[in-house]
C-alpha cells in the first residue's frame, strides 16, 4: 500500500512564503512524475508544478517566478517552495505521484489528502 502525506500548509498573509512538503512511503518501487495540483472554493482542480524523476520542474503560468518545486529521490519526497503569495493563491493543495508498487507492473496515481494554504491579510 502506498501513501501520500502533505505538510507545511497554513496561514501566510499576502507577501509571505510557504514550503509544501509532500512524502511517499509504502512498498515503493518506482516514482516517476511528482506533480502538486489545488483546488480553490468552487474551482476546478488545477496543475500547479510537475516534477520529472530526473527533476524537471514544469509550472502553471500563474506560479512561474513564484514558486519552486523541487525533489528527493532517495527518500521519496517532493517540496513546493512558494513566495511572494497572493490571495488567489489560496486553495488546497494536492500530492500526485505516479508510482509503481513492488507488486505491481505498471504505474498508478497515487494522491495526498491536501494541505490548506490560506492567504490572508
Known amino acids: 500500500q502506498v501513501q501520500l502525506v502533505e505538510s507545511g500548509g497554513g496561514l501566510v498573509q499576502p507577501g509571505g512564503s510557504l514550503r509544501l512538503s509532500c512524502t511517499a512511503s509504502g512498498s515503493i518501487f518506482s516514482i516517476r512524475a511528482m506533480d502538486w495540483y489545488r483546488q480553490a472554493p468552487g474551482k476546478e482542480r488545477e496543475l500547479v508544478a510537475s516534477i520529472s524523476s530526473d527533476g524537471r520542474p514544469n509550472y502553471a503560468d500563474s506560479v512561474k517566478g513564484r514558486f519552486t518545486a523541487s525533489r528527493d529521490n532517495a527518500k521519496n519526497t517532493m517540496s513546493l517552495q512558494m513566495i511572494s503569495l497572493k490571495p488567489e493563491d489560496t486553495a488546497v493543495y494536492y500530492c500526485?505521484?505516479?508510482?509503481?508498487?513492488?507488486?505491481?507492473?505498471?504505474?498508478?496515481?497515487?494522491w495526498g489528502r491536501g494541505t490548506q494554504v490560506t492567504v490572508s491579510s
Open positions: 500526485k505521484a505516479e508510482i509503481r508498487t513492488s507488486l505491481a507492473f505498471r504505474f498508478g496515481d497515487y
